[in-house]
């Protein structure tokens, strides 16, 4: 075994050996861990929306990477924690008080923006508000959308819709009444998709976590932060490599912010876009600091696989532009970008997740026998919830979500295969940031587009397109969801010695304390400074899309794609090649999870920054083998705290400023 940073026993990827865990002052989730994550989570439901919303600044809870819970994090554990362990030791939080913490404040960080609060109130009034007489949505949507899901009074021009966008009138206040009915139709079927996410990752953990082993990437830092390698103590901060990253990401981050007050300080710029071939090939070169830490955290294999494919893909693109070759189905603006690829990619992802839970079928056997009230109380007992109850509040999770799906106008027997594509995507996902590392990604196709193209218009209808639009809230421009924050949180729980159960509550009290805090302040802002004054993706774009696309749907009425079903096919069947080459050859060198992701647009900006830390990390391996890459990892983790913390640190500045417009980060 290799030495980490304080001294603990790592396994061959460099994460603690959960072996070596049990000698860690570790503790157990207690109240005060709750109630610190509690208001965290608060935190994070304000200050997220505020700081796109009003500030138009870095987005801090937009993409698995979570930087809002990371740069409070590291504030505790860098200020008030560090002096508990200097001078009063026993009041310190514990390796497990610090990780019940952050997991809630990842779970929160799934809710505010892009996860829920500003989809489901924009979405949900958009064909409302933007509705006319040259788009046709009064004949061609309206009808169709059941009163329930929008507010009470809900027309095109009523007071209700147009003040959300305009902002109210002197005097005027938020029209809560008319908003109640709608949120209390939502939100029970949000928090059911809540439930059976984490019941999922319940039932998967052992599975990823203890037999497969996947690297996580993204826990690296938390679990380093909380000296779950180092007794308790969060020794990476007394690394000097730990602050030279952190200098080079807060430096470069600073530098953009000040040039936004000051603009004769110059900015460097750290993305552009080239052209390689005229009208054919331009590609991105852009540096992402904390992507190139969690780059570095993942194998060899993985990093090449990510930029490779997606300079293949790119290639292919290139390809099929001079030959002229396009297709004219419209699957929306999400995911790939082309609907050869969308199709592509969908199966790319069936194939994932199905290979996936057939390797597992061994432990779905034990969760079986648990569910049923057999087998053995140990092989549950790590677990933040029984196998017993989490299989069974997977399934009443799913029949509530299947009954809310039909009575919203969807098909009854569209239900099923819509919900296995959405969960496809949303596990598949959750696999390819636990054994990536890609924090910033979105699956290559969407659900309701894929199930929309595969099926045609015919068994459908109008009114089940339209319902199909609405599930753009919770399940199109997916870079962030609840799933995913579990499966990190689940990971980093092995730290946890007593009480697991508790941490299932912390999820539940994160989710409810920034759905709250979330959807007032995002309201309250929206009805005070009128929403389409707010960002621009969020009341304007995200609306629009869904009810375009439906449109054009209705009216065109397309049948079913022969094309999109034989490419997904062919997706499957490529998939499937290359996992059967990466376990028939050892010396094969490519993951299929590039293949995967290799076609989404965030790839396309994002393959330099996997080409770089692939070429690091390999020099590092090559001439200072394990010892020298222990040695650089706090190098890399810190410039991914870094950045996120220099994020958080010009939102406070523009606040104070009084400043607007400051984006120090993206992606």
């Given amino acids: 075994m290799a030495t980490g940073l304080g001294g603990g026993q790592h396994n061959g990827t460099g994460a603690p050996d959960s072996d070596s865990l049990s000698t860690l002052r570790v503790g157990a989730v207690t109240g005060r861990a709750l109630l610190v994550g509690a208001v965290g989570a608060a935190a994070v439901g304000l200050l997220a929306p505020y700081g796109i919303h009003v500030l138009r600044g870095s987005y801090m809870a937009l993409d698995f990477s979570t930087p809002a819970a990371v740069a409070l994090l590291f504030l505790l554990v860098a200020g008030p924690n560090l002096l508990l362990i200097r001078f009063r030791e026993k009041w310190a939080l514990t390796t497990a008080e610090i990780i019940t913490i952050y997991s809630m404040m990842i779970v929160a960080s799934a809710i505010p923006t892009m996860g829920l609060t500003a989809q489901v109130i924009p979405l949900s009034t958009g064909a409302h508000y933007y509705a006319s007489a040259e788009n046709k949505w009064g004949q061609l949507i309206l009808p169709h ?66 037999n497969e082993r996947l690297a996580y990437p993204l826990t690296y830092l938390p679990l380093a932060l909380a000296g779950a390698d180092s007794g308790g103590r969060p020794t990476i901060l007394f690394r000097g490599t730990f602050w030279i990253g952190f200098g080079i990401a807060f430096l470069m981050g600073s530098l953009k912010g000040l040039h936004h007050y000051f603009p004769s300080v110059p900015p460097i710029n750290l993305a552009t876009n080239v052209v390689i071939i005229k009208n054919l090939w331009s590609t991105h070169f852009r540096l992402s600091f904390p992507m190139l830490g969690f780059f570095y955290l993942v194998s060899i294999e993985i990093s090449l696989s990510l930029w490779f494919f997606n300079l293949l893909v790119q290639m292919s693109k290139t390809v099929i532009r001079f030959l002229g070759i396009a297709s004219t189905e419209n699957l929306d603006g999400y995911g790939a970008h082309d609907p050869i690829f969308n199709y592509l990619g969908a199966g790319a992802f ?220 062919l997706g499957i069947v490529i998939y499937l090649i290359l996992a059967a080459m990466r376990f028939r050859f050892p010396s094969w060198q490519f993951h299929p999870i590039g293949y995967c992701i290799g076609s989404h647009w965030i790839m396309d900006r994002m393959w330099l920054t996997c080409f770089l830390s692939w070429v690091l990390k390999g020099t590092i391996l090559r001439y200072s083998g394990m010892k020298g890459y222990q040695y650089m990892r706090p190098l890399f983790l810190g410039l991914i705290c870094g950045q996120y913390t220099c994020n958080a640190v010009w939102l406070l500045i523009d606040q104070l400023a009084g400043g607007t417009g400051n984006q120090i980060f993206w992606i």
């Fill in 350 to 569: 069936l194939a994932l997740v199905g290979s996936n839970l057939w390797v597992a079928r061994k432990e779905f056997r034990v969760i079986w026998e648990r569910a049923m009230g057999r087998g053995q109380p140990t092989d549950d007992a790590q677990e933040i919830i029984s196998y017993r109850v989490a299989f069974w509040g997977m399934v009443v999770g799913l029949v509530v979500m299947m009954w809310w799906l039909a009575a919203s106008g969807l098909p009854p027997l569209a239900v099923p295969l819509f919900l296995l594509m959405a969960f496809v995507f949303f596990i598949g996902l959750t696999r390819v940031v636990a054994e990536s590392g890609m924090a910033e990604i979105a699956a290559p196709a969407i659900a309701p587009t894929t199930v929309a193209g595969w099926l045609g218009l015919g068994p459908l209808g109008n009114k089940g397109m339209v319902a199909m639009g609405l599930t753009f809230v919770w399940c199109s421009d997916i870079r962030t969801f609840v799933m995913c924050s579990a499966a990190s949180s689940l990971k980093m729980a092995q730290v946890v010695k007593r009480d697991h159960h508790r941490l299932f509550w912390g999820f539940v009290i994160a989710i409810l304390v920034t759905l709250v805090s979330s959807m007032w302040l995002t309201m309250t802002r929206a009805y005070q400074q009128g929403g389409a004054t707010m960002n621009s993706w969020f009341f304007q774009g995200a609306p629009n899309a869904p009810y375009r696309w439906v449109a054009d749907w209705i009216m065109k009425r397309p049948g079913p794609s022969i094309t999109g079903l034989t490419l997904s096919g």
């Fill in 145 to 210: 959308i059941e009163p329930w899901l929008t507010p009470t009074g809900t027309a095109p021009g009523s007071a209700v819709i147009q003040n959300l966008y305009e902002g109210l009138p002197a005097g005027a206040g938020v029209p809560w009444r008319a908003w109640l009915p709608a949120l209390g139709a939502w939100i029970p079927f949000l928090l059911c998709l809540h439930l059976v996410m984490i019941c999922m990752m319940v039932l998967l953990r052992r599975q990823w976590v203890d």
